[in-house]
């Protein structure tokens, strides 16, 4: 008898340390002295000697182009009081000084046109006014310390209507304006600059973080990824990360939990082979190569000294100047090691409060002619709102080029932003992803036969999430059996309550991805759900979305991306997807002109009116329904996807039927769902096809269990509690599994 102990759920280098101790409940002391604000006395003297050196000669070279230039740029006052820093030039600190008090007390313009004081971007006149008041302190006059005191004040109470001191039970620490610059990097850092002539901004400041702002973050940095989607995860937690060197570089070590360090690690996962990102909530960088990532990248990376994160930090698809050479030139020391993607697990999982998975088979990323094939798989947990969309059980797939997409775009003009008709009535909604709809007349109007979005979890005073914002539920995620090159990935959870009530019992889904090896067919890719209705009559959907049309062939589509990559190269994929049950369903498209961005429950076509991005966004343009011809309260849908070169002949696709579990076998790799209820039973399935075989079997108990090989041989293998699936091997025939 052979024994195996699976570790599946390893994550070897991306396992986070424990964060030991409770973030600081006791404000910390403002040092004494100029500069204070990001770098200390020492850190000058550091940062003169770096200046020198050839891996910063760039960002130096262009942080001087910015403070020396004539064009009109937010980043000029800041590059010019670091070059003061850095040369003592006193004329170059004045004009820094002078146009930092300047564009403190002007406005500055919205994307709508609207002139006001905006204090969401990480450029802000605030925040550079603070490391302007800090750095070229000496230079300042009694009458521009009162001026810059007065106009920290004023920006702070107009930004988005605050008011100042603003009312703290208003503040949303979690999702909105208020969880960006607002408290973390405008009135921290002003508060901490002005300190010793008016204590009153840090101390409300610091008072309004700890009490307010630590607990979601400790909360939410688990799951090692942002609940706002990878844009605005870029946009709101490069705050929390200048917030820690803030604190840091004061001499009060981590004030947020040390779990922080593999938020990022998002960004290196949700890179797709082409270098753009898988879609994740509402996405404005449609590229892959915004400068706000970068920026997470480095703080984040030099903060932890993370080789993995400074790897991708040094990419050069990102284009940067100026004010976003922040952490070459305040954070990173000479020499910090880099270490290649590659080194890190193929699959990783995301753990509560969102609960998502991705898979790869290969970290070949930025190739012009990359064969790693990518699978995004998100159950969901909590529901954050704001930006974070319906997309409870939901994937995308992507194998040279976008096979499987999250459609619609953000920011394409003003016509399809945040609160337009694409946005509010295609774009977040279920409609546009990878899910399961479920309409109902009821609720169609307002869920379009998806899922419920809440209130986007703004009730005041919250800081962590009610059980009413937990909309899915993880309860299986495994990959293995080897940590860094795993053969299978899986997650499954409960996503019913992402659903009304009045329509749906139970929802289920189950995924598995299947990297088989094979060249030209690197991965096999398996849905399984169990949907119980509230009434028979209401009609079920499974939705797959896609950028060209789809061809049909009976129970069969062929996608197919080819085309100019947006980073050079063509893209030359196809996904062939073969519906196996409800076998009585028909598999239909839907799309094309006129029928692009499609809601149904509306009658109208969402597709935007104008594109900033026509090159580099995917609105998407199809999607397959696989919808029951008979109507009954419970059904159950399979789909088996594999990936593989356009053109190419798609392999077969041999059906298991184990009792009531079922599944597939496709080329070296087959899979078996089991449905709930039956996890501990015994069963048999007979493995179909020639040679070799990995048999992953999803929906089984924890424990021990014995595995009867047709060739007579036994196997012992050991469930962990929240893997839900064995592996093994096994030549063709049949297999008895029992659990002891």
Not at 331 to 348: I, N
């Amino acid at each position: 008898m052979r024994t195996s102990s699976l570790g599946l759920t390893a994550t070897v280098l991306c396992t986070a340390t424990a964060f030991s101790a409770d973030p600081a409940t006791a404000i910390p002391t403002v040092p004494q002295g100029h500069p204070r604000v990001y770098l200390r006395a020492v850190d000058v003297a550091a940062l003169r000697e770096k200046v020198t050196l050839p891996e910063f000669a760039k960002a130096w070279e262009s942080v001087q182009t910015v403070a020396v230039s004539e064009k009109p740029r937010k980043d000029r006052a800041f590059c010019k009081a670091l070059v003061y820093l850095v040369t003592g030039d006193e004329v170059v600190g004045r004009a820094a000084v002078e146009t930092a008090l300047a564009s403190l007390l002007g406005t500055s313009p919205l994307w709508n046109g609207e002139q006001t004081k905006d204090g969401r971007p990480m450029l802000n006149h605030m925040h550079i006014g603070a490391c302007v008041y800090d750095w070229c302190y000496p230079l300042l006059s009694a009458e521009e310390k009162t001026a810059f005191i007065a106009g920290f004040k004023e920006f702070f109470a107009q930004d988005h209507k605050r008011g100042y001191p603003p009312n703290e039970t208003k503040l949303n620490p979690i999702v909105g304006h208020d969880a960006e610059g607002c408290i973390m990097t405008n009135l921290l850092p002003a508060g901490v600059a002005v300190y010793d002539e008016e204590p009153e901004l840090y101390e409300l400041g610091a008072r309004i973080f700890f009490t307010r702002y630590v607990e979601p973050r400790t909360f939410h940095y688990r799951s090692h990824m942002h609940h706002q989607g990878h844009h605005y995860h870029a946009e709101r937690f490069a705050h929390d990360q200048l917030t820690s060197w803030l604190f840091r570089r004061m001499g009060a070590g981590d004030v947020l939990s040390r779990e922080q360090r593999y938020v990022p690690y998002e960004l290196l996962y949700f890179l797709r082979p082409d270098r753009k990102f898988f879609a994740s909530g509402d996405g404005g960088d449609d590229s892959g190569t915004e400068h706000i990532k970068r920026l997470c990248l480095g703080l984040t990376g030099a903060y932890y000294r993370d080789p993995y994160l400074l790897n991708l930090f040094d990419d050069p698809a990102f284009a940067v100047s100026g004010f976003y050479h922040l952490p070459d030139l305040l954070f990173l020391d000479p020499g910090m090691e880099r270490r290649p993607l590659g080194e890190l697990p193929k699959t990783k999982y995301f753990g509560s409060p969102m609960g998502d998975m991705l898979a790869r088979t290969g970290w070949e990323i930025d190739s012009r002619n990359s064969r790693d094939a990518a699978v995004q798989m998100r159950i969901g947990e909590f529901y954050f709102g704001n930006h974070h969309h319906s997309d409870f059980g939901t994937f995308q797939i992507h194998y040279r080029g976008p096979l499987a997409i999250d459609t619609g775009i953000y920011w394409g003009s003003k016509e399809t932003c945040y609160g337009s008709p694409h946005w509010k009535n295609y774009y977040i909604q279920t409609v546009a992803h990878n899910g399961l709809m479920i309409f109902d007349p009821q609720t169609d109007q307002e869920d379009f036969g998806g899922q419920v979005r809440l209130d986007g979890w703004r009730m005041r005073g919250m800081q962590v999430p009610p059980d009413a914002h937990r909309l899915g539920r993880v309860t299986s995620h495994a990959f293995g059996p080897d940590a860094i090159t795993p053969e299978y990935s899986f997650i499954a959870g409960d996503i019913s309550n992402a659903y009304a009530t009045t329509k749906i019992q139970r929802v289920r889904r189950a995924m598995a991805t299947l990297n088989t090896g094979v060249a030209g067919f690197p991965l096999v890719f398996a849905v399984f759900d169990e949907v119980s209705a509230a009434q028979p009559e209401l009609k079920k959907a499974w939705y797959l979305h896609c950028i060209q049309e789809p061809q049909i062939q009976g129970r069969t589509a062929i996608i197919v991306r080819d085309g100019p990559s947006l980073h050079g190269g063509k893209y030359g994929g196809q996904l062939v997807v073969a519906s196996l049950l409800p076998t009585e369903a028909s598999l239909v498209k839907v799309g094309g002109a006129g029928k692009e961005c499609w809601n149904a429950v509306t009658g109208e076509n969402y597709m935007p009116k104008t594109n900033r991005r026509p090159t580099s966004s995917e609105v998407g343009a199809w999607r397959l329904e696989a919808v029951p011809s008979q109507a009954a309260k419970d059904h159950r849908f399979l789909h088996v996807m594999t990936t593989m070169d356009k053109g190419a002949s798609a392999p077969a696709v041999l059906p298991i039927a184990a009792g009531n579990a079922t599944g597939a076998r496709v080329l070296n790799r087959a899979v078996v769902f089991r449905p709930a209820g039956n996890a501990a039973a015994p069963f048999f399935l007979d493995v179909p096809g020639e040679g070799d075989c990995g048999v992953l079997v999803c929906g089984v108990n924890e424990g021990r269990w014995l595995v009867a090989l047709p060739n007579g041989e036994e196997l012992e293998l050991t469930v962990p509690a929240e893997a839900g699936c064995l592996y093994f091997h096994s030549l063709p025939g049949r297999c008895a599994l029992t659990r002891e």
